[in-house]
């Protein structure tokens, strides 16, 4: 059997590297990409909590988890291709209508 | 070392290989391929976690619809354009460093506190049912039912959300 | 340990066959193909005639609102596979649940109609 541990640093490590990726990349998809690289290592995380307690309510909060990440792609890709139709772009820095 | 956890290492590791990739690459939809070759091989770790409908969600959801709509709306801008975006070192080695420093903080945490417990047995509530489809429906449309239906609203909300977003560029 | 994951065995099979397949095609290509690089040989392929025009166009946005609405109800239809495994023990109760679902979703399915998100011409 897997070790518990074992799986919450996958879930960790493919978490941070979601995150780098939103962090560090400037092409607006790939920041979506990370996005959802996170939300799946949330996934893995309750995935490996639910198998080790025994319960499915981890895989139940899972699919949420993946509902809500398909509602935010439809959403977040729209706007962004309402800003791109304004700005021309997909480069996140001059998204910036919200800066002071 | 078990078959199990042989197969759990093999795919957990070429995941995290993939999402690198993703991450890494210039051209976005270079990125997209990747991802879809990440989800597929979580959909094989959530097999050995035992999460079957899970793994069967990830690959139809995620790698069917999520990322096809990535593609297309990539090609709907110019496919150039989004391979030609400037990348900046300093934030680079920024985010970098904030990720690590992430992964170790929590990940060190957690392999104290959760050191060698197994996972990967089946979740015994489900098997009561008959498996896993059936545990997870027997308990969404009772205890989750509420979590469920405001589900509903939500996907009813971004489908009008993005419907008004796009609608602009119908018109015209 | 082994039981619990044999049910998977022919999937990894074939995986490895399906690999296979294409890592010795390519290979075996590579290795009896002659090598005559020329520009005609890179221009996409179009049974043969010369190609009309660039491939990478902007594609219509109207696959975007069709993609979407595919997603959405890729999503719904996700939750009738536990509701269908699950039907004969949730008996009316969930039947009616289910109904609801699947109401408050027409609304977004009707919006989208009325809208005119669904025309194509």
């Known amino acids: 059997m897997v070790p518990l541990s074992h799986v919450i640093i996958y879930a960790f490590l493919m978490f941070a590297i979601g995150m780098f990726g939103a962090l560090a990349r400037r092409n607006v998809f790939i920041v979506l990409m990370g996005i959802e690289l996170m939300l799946n290592a949330v996934n893995i995380a309750l995935v490996g909590f639910s198998s080790y307690l025994g319960n499915v309510a981890g895989q139940i909060m899972a699919i949420f988890i993946i509902t809500v990440a398909a509602g935010e792609a439809a959403v977040g890709l729209a706007i962004v291709l309402s800003i791109f139709r304004n700005r021309l772009t997909v480069n996140i820095d001059s998204f910036n209508l919200l800066k002071w | 070392m078990s078959w199990t956890q042989f197969f759990f290492y093999v795919f957990a590791g070429l995941s995290l290989l993939c999402a690198l990739m993703v991450v890494t690459r210039r051209n976005a939809v270079h990125s997209a391929i990747f991802l879809i070759i990440t989800f597929f091989f979580m959909a094989a770790v959530f097999v050995i976690l035992k999460a079957e409908l899970l793994a069967a969600v990830q690959v139809l959801v995620y790698a069917g619809g999520v990322v096809s709509l990535m593609l297309y709306v990539i090609m709907l801008v110019k496919a150039e354009e989004a391979s030609q975006v400037k990348q900046n070192l300093g934030q680079i080695a920024i985010a970098a460093f904030i990720a690590l420093l992430l992964a170790l903080q929590v990940g060190s945490i957690v392999y104290l506190y959760f050191a060698q417990k197994p996972a990967g047995k089946a979740a015994v509530e489900a098997l009561k049912y008959g498996g896993n489809t059936e545990g997870i429906g027997a308990l969404l449309y009772t205890k989750y039912l509420f979590p469920f239906e405001v589900a509903s609203v939500l996907l009813l909300a971004a489908m009008v959300g993005a419907i008004v977003l796009a609608k602009n560029r119908l018109e015209r | 340990m082994y039981q619990s994951i044999s049910p998977y065995?022919?999937?990894?099979?074939?995986?490895?066959?399906?690999?296979?397949?294409?890592?010795?095609?390519?290979?075996?290509?590579?290795?009896?193909?002659?090598?005559?690089?020329?520009?005609?040989?890179?221009?996409?392929?179009?049974?043969?005639?010369?190609?009309?025009?660039?491939?990478?166009?902007?594609?219509?946005?109207?696959?975007?609102?069709?993609?979407?609405?595919?997603?959405?109800?890729?999503v719904e239809?996700?939750?009738?596979?536990?509701?269908?495994?699950?039907?004969?023990?949730?008996?009316?109760?969930?039947?009616?649940?289910?109904?609801?679902?699947?109401?408050?979703?027409?609304?977004?399915?009707?919006?989208?109609?009325?809208?005119?998100a669904l025309e194509w011409e």
Request: charged share 15%; glycine share 6%.
């Open chain 3, 9 to 74: 065995i022919p999937v990894l099979i074939l995986l490895v066959l399906a690999l296979a397949f294409g890592v010795v095609t390519l290979m075996v290509a590579w290795l009896v193909r002659p090598s005559k690089p020329y520009d005609e040989k890179l221009s996409p392929y179009e049974c043969g005639i010369n190609p009309l025009m660039p491939a990478k166009i902007r594609v219509p946005i109207r696959f975007f609102v069709i993609i979407l609405l595919f997603l959405l109800f890729d």
């Open chain 3, 77 to 116: 239809a996700v939750f009738m596979y536990p509701w269908a495994a699950m039907y004969k023990k949730l008996g009316i109760w969930g039947f009616v649940e289910m109904f609801l679902f699947i109401v408050i979703l027409l609304v977004g399915y009707i919006y989208a109609w009325a809208k005119g």
